[in-house]
């Protein structure tokens, strides 16, 4: 059964940190891209980054030099270190697989239910 199941959300004020991590079973982990996606209430799903098979990374522009991604294949873990919160980053944030990188929903196989961040004093 393909799973991928996110972790590590929660609330923080704003230009706190948080971590998220993302676990995958089911598939060939080392075979995929894993994503990152949020989705804020009313708006579209959009990509946050993204981690290539050889561990090479894109970042969508609002959180460059603010986020980190990495992967550990040998734990099937990714993981979306998140720091300079801002209130704007507030919503449920999505891992997914894929056979490359990109910033587009479709473009992936297997997704997560997503964990929830809130950014709030």
């Known amino acids: 059964q393909t799973q991928l199941v996110e972790s590590g959300g929660g609330l923080v004020q704003p230009g706190g940190s948080l971590k998220l991590s993302c676990v995958a079973s089911g598939f060939t982990f080392e075979d995929y891209a894993i994503g990152w996606f949020r989705q804020a209430p009313g708006k579209e799903r959009e990509g946050v980054s993204c981690i290539r098979r050889d561990g090479s990374a894109g970042f969508a522009d609002s959180v460059k030099g603010r986020f980190t991604i990495s992967r550990d294949n040998g734990q099937n873990l990714v993981y979306l270190q998140m720091n300079s919160l801002r209130p704007e980053d507030t919503a449920v944030y999505f891992c997914?697989?894929?056979?490359?990188?990109?910033?587009?929903?479709?473009?992936?196989?297997?997704w997560g239910q997503g964990t929830q961040v809130t950014v709030s004093s």
């Open positions: 997914a697989a894929g056979l490359g990188c990109n910033y587009f929903p479709k473009g992936y196989d297997y």
